[in-house]
């Protein structure tokens, strides 16, 4: 179950048909709204999925905040619903590091994966072998960074977050936002270059 824009018309409770509209930037925001259209007052449970990587979600209906329980990552919202109610999620998303081999780090917010903002270089390179030609990929930039150590030891203040770009309008025909250079939100922190060990 993956958050995005769209708009469902289903039938619940029996046959009685009900729309409901998503409308949303995530993952590139926190917030996802759902609005709910009946003709009549109609009781249907709705399942929201939370994030195994959050920690504490938000739920508001109609503007006020509303306790919930979640069970193996799914809340049910099991209520009479009427036209122009609007359920709204929100899903908090902190800056976090996992840890790989050889001191290498990933860094994490919400469920995207941040990456250093390299230039690259495409080729085709031509092969004679069963395999055929292939596209070779090559950085134009320095890419051995390392994290500062306070960034390391507090990624909450050692990383700002800002947005590059606009809203995701699922009606408008706009840039691949999954490629670097149309990517709508960063990162910004400070590292320092890692050079070879020079031989005695």
């Known amino acids: 179950m993956v958050y995005a824009p769209c708009s469902i018309t289903a039938k619940v409770a029996g046959g009685r048909e009900i729309s409901i509209r998503e ?16 003709e009549n007052p109609i009781e249907f449970p709705l399942h929201l999925r939370i994030p195994g990587w959050c920690s504490e979600a938000v739920l508001c209906i109609n ?10 990552g799914m809340m049910v919202l099991d209520r009479t619903w009427k036209a122009g109610d609007l359920v709204e999620l929100q899903l ?3 800056v976090k590091l996992n840890r ?3 001191n290498s780090v ?3 917010r919400g469920p995207l994966v941040y990456v250093l903002k390299i230039r690259e270089k495409w080729t085709e390179v031509k092969n004679a072998d ?13 890419w051995n960074t390392g994290l500062l150590e306070a960034a390391v030891l507090d990624p909450a203040h050692g990383f700002e977050f800002f947005s590059v770009g606009k809203r995701i309008n699922p009606q ?4 691949y936002p999954w490629s670097l250079e149309n990517a709508p939100v960063a990162l910004r922190t400070k590292g320092r270059a890692i050079l070879p060990k020079r031989s005695p």
């Open 23 to 38: 409308d949303t930037n995530y993952p590139f925001e926190d917030r996802i709204r759902f609005h709910i259209y009946t």
């Open 63 to 72: 503007g006020e905040q509303t306790k919930f329980e979640a069970k193996e």
């Open 92 to 94: 908090p998303m902190e």
């Open 100 to 102: 790989w081999v050889e």
């Open 106 to 108: 990933s860094v994490e």
């Open 130 to 142: 069963e395999y055929g030609n292939f596209s070779e990929l090559r950085p134009l930039d320095p």
């Open 172 to 175: 408008a025909e706009q840039p």
